[in-house]
């Protein structure tokens, strides 16, 4: 089965009955019923090493569904929602955090992440360094100690790339665990744990769910981190409500269609912008003159409505919130990945590169709105910001 039909046909619940609807229904319950005590033992006995009914707060048959579904999208092993990508990288953190172990952290991770670091894993004497967003200089920060590296590719906000492959061999040679945030690909254009992740996650908040009304994060594990990473939520009960995994799914089927179309636009877009002179440096990782572009060639396909600008010399944070606001089409919000397109003006959150003297950035979601229409906003708001002789 290819990738699209997959995504049509997996996770449907059970496709013998002889009339059925063509979704599974929603299952909600906190108690679970077993027809004897023999079956009641059996399933607490199961749900030790895998994702099966035995109590509410550790899902029902439509988050099982959706765990099934993206598992075989990520070519991993077993998975387990989380309430928010956030709580899935916090939870990959937790779970191997042990006082007097080293992690290395990408530069070009999703900024909350360091709150996780600051506030949490010094706390617990885990100690934190964070490499390269390319993880490039990773080797020279490997100690005896480190045990774990999550990384992002592309990163937030500047969309490095990370040569996965060969980053991952250079991490297990050191006995590390390498996790992956997927987010930006969300399955679709990269598969992490065929090319040396054992961890990959996906913020499902973002492309899976694509209409800007859930949270949700799910983390896919190799057969290899998976006894040890199952443990761990289960403990703290973390849990997912069914009815967000019911629209996660429904989001999910139509992926690659919404994720060609946004990538189609970009492209439009990131045409017209080259022509502007109010901007320096486009962010967007098919250009050929994107830090890491023949790596992203190589290993992802395609790209999806992720889009940075940084403005040309001279172009103050005043200008670029001026052009922000000045947007039509394009709303100010956080988060993206849904139908619709959004600016925000922003610092990358980067302490291994100095990034404080360049910028103004705005980074952008391209919706599937109609390019002409987002290519004209921008015309405009950019003309009425420029210093350019016309
Ligand atoms: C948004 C995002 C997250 C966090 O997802 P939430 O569901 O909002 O917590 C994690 N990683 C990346 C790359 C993201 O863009």
């Not at 991993?76 to 290395?104: D, E």
């Not at 023949?294 to 992802?300: Q, R």
Request: charged share 25%; aromatic share 10%.
């Amino acid at each position: 089965m290819k990738v699209r039909t997959t995504l049509c046909h997996t996770g449907r619940g059970d496709q013998t009955q002889e009339v059925r609807s063509v979704n599974a229904p929603v299952m909600r319950a906190s108690t679970i019923l077993f027809q004897n005590y023999e079956t009641w033992q059996k399933y607490r006995d199961l749900r030790k090493k895998e994702r099966v009914l035995s109590y509410g707060a550790r899902g029902t048959a439509t988050n099982f569904e959706l765990e099934k579904l993206v598992c075989e999208l990520e070519g991993g092993y077993r998975a387990q929602l989380f309430p928010t990508g956030l709580a899935s990288l916090a939870m990959v953190l937790l779970n191997y955090a042990k006082a007097g172990t080293h992690y290395i952290i990408s530069d070009a991770i999703y900024g909350p992440v360091r709150t996780v670091a600051e506030e949490f894993l010094k706390k617990v004497d885990v100690e934190v360094s964070y490499c390269k967003a390319d993880c490039s200089n990773l080797e020279e920060l490997i100690k005896p100690n480190t045990t774990l590296l999550l990384c992002e590719s592309p990163g937030s906000i500047l969309y490095e790339i990370v040569d996965l492959p060969k980053v991952s061999k250079i991490a297990h040679d050191h006995g590390m665990i390498v996790a992956i945030d997927n987010t930006w690909a969300s399955g679709f254009l990269f598969q992490p744990l065929k090319h040396g992740a054992d961890i990959s996650v996906i913020a499902a908040t973002k492309y899976l769910s694509g209409h800007s009304d859930v949270t949700m994060g799910i983390v896919v594990c190799n057969e290899k981190t998976w006894p040890s990473f199952s443990v761990l939520p289960e403990a703290l009960g973390f849990t997912t409500s069914p009815d967000d995994a019911y629209l996660v799914m429904r989001g999910i089927r139509t992926l690659p269609v919404r994720l060609r179309q946004h990538e189609k636009t970009n492209d439009q877009v990131v045409e017209y912008l080259k022509t502007r002179p109010e901007i320096k440096t486009i962010f967007y990782p098919k250009l050929e003159t994107h830090p890491g572009h023949d790596v992203f060639m190589k290993l992802y396909d395609g790209a999806n409505g992720m889009l940075t600008i940084e403005l040309a010399d001279g172009y103050t944070k005043e200008d670029a919130v001026k052009f922000q606001d000045a947007l039509k089409y394009f709303a100010c919000g956080a988060s993206w990945g849904g139908y619709e397109s959004l600016a925000t003006v922003t610092t990358p959150p980067r302490t291994a590169t100095d990034w404080s003297k360049r910028g103004p950035f705005v980074r952008f979601h391209i919706g599937l709105e109609d390019a002409e229409d987002l290519i004209e906003d921008l015309g405009q708001a950019l003309d009425l910001i420029s210093k350019e002789k016309k």
